[in-house]
């Protein structure tokens, strides 16, 4: 027998969970701070994970966008804290960022051992940048016999700072699925590597990362990716959440001249205070250098 009373019930309890579901997905998950317990951690770190895996497909342009749809403005300008000040577009998304293909490409291990000689000989890498080389060579002793995750890999020389300093693993993570057939280094999809860390309920990984101009690309489209106007933000938390605690982020990030923090939309992010203070949270700041790109050596000092 059908209860009447039921039904405008459960509507209304389906229309409640409804609001809240897009409120949830909506919100940014930011780590809670030291008061939360391990375990509630833990449980954030997965459910970021699970958020980063299976992004809302309304938010996937291709081709990128040009400009942020309307409705996602004040999040991607933080209600004005972070303006546009230009538009500059780039369409780089690849074709097989959101496959789930298990062909790959070998990168070929003679770029591999070039890129390794300029390492040894101290010459300009990606970026024509010098610094994270001799930044990560100072904490030689950090990084030396320690795992390595390296976030965003167009070229591996961030990976072979790694493995010249002595890595005893050295793991690439892109939304490209490429391999290496050298020792001491693998290549991560991002997607492979939430669905194994998901399933098989694991964090905290890894002793150390890295990652040279990728961060400020995250969530704005450009390569693919899902748009997300917090998408820096998820990116290194998710860092903090494969890293083990007490682990070192080398982080190589654009700054302003003038301290201010602005969007370039799609091209990228420009790191001044007020952005960095959001992407920092959680972390300790052990050491900053001015560069090209400005280098940040942060530690999770979670737990
Ligand atoms: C992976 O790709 C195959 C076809 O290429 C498809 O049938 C399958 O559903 C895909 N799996 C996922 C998890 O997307
Ligand atoms: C991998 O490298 C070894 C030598 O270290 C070589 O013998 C082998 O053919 C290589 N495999 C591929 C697929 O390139």
């Not at 080389?133 to 591996?156: C, D, R």
């Amino acid at each position: 027998m059908l209860n009447r009373n039921k039904f405008p019930s459960f509507l209304l309890f389906s229309a409640c969970f409804i609001i809240i579901y897009f409120l949830f997905d909506r919100k940014i998950i930011i780590l809670k701070k030291s008061s939360s317990t391990r375990a509630e951690y833990l449980q954030d770190c997965l459910n970021l994970y699970k958020k980063l895996r299976n992004p809302d497909k309304k938010n996937i342009f291709r081709p990128p966008l040009r400009e942020p749809p309307k409705e996602l403005y004040d999040e991607f300008t933080d209600n004005g804290n972070f303006p546009i000040t230009s538009l500059r577009y780039f369409n780089n998304a690849y074709s097989d960022s959101a496959s789930n293909s298990s062909s790959s490409k070998l990168i070929s291990s003679s770029q591999f051992y070039m890129l390794l000689q300029n390492v040894i000989q101290n010459k300009a890498l990606g970026y024509k940048d010098t610094l994270l080389n001799k930044v990560m060579h100072e904490f030689k002793k950090n990084i030396e016999k320690k795992s390595m995750a390296v976030i965003g890999t167009v070229l591996p020389w961030v990976e072979a700072i790694a493995y010249h300093l002595g890595s005893s693993k050295v793991s690439s993570f892109d939304y490209t699925r490429k391999r290496y057939n050298i020792s001491r280094l693998e290549w991560w999809h991002v997607n492979d590597f939430l669905d194994s860390s998901i399933s098989n309920n694991k964090l905290e990984t890894f002793d150390n990362a890295a990652s040279f101009s990728s961060i400020e690309h995250a969530g704005l489209g450009r390569f693919g990716d899902p748009l997300s106007p917090y998408g820096d933000v998820e990116a290194v938390q998710q860092v903090h959440c494969m890293l083990k605690p007490g682990g070192l982020f080398f982080l190589g990030l654009p700054g302003s001249k003038d301290g201010s923090s602005f969007l370039v939309f799609n091209a990228h992010r420009i790191y001044g205070k007020s952005r960095l203070k959001l992407l920092f949270k959680n972390w300790k700041l052990i050491r900053e250098y001015k560069g090209g790109h400005n280098i940040f050596v942060l530690q999770k000092h979670y737990y």
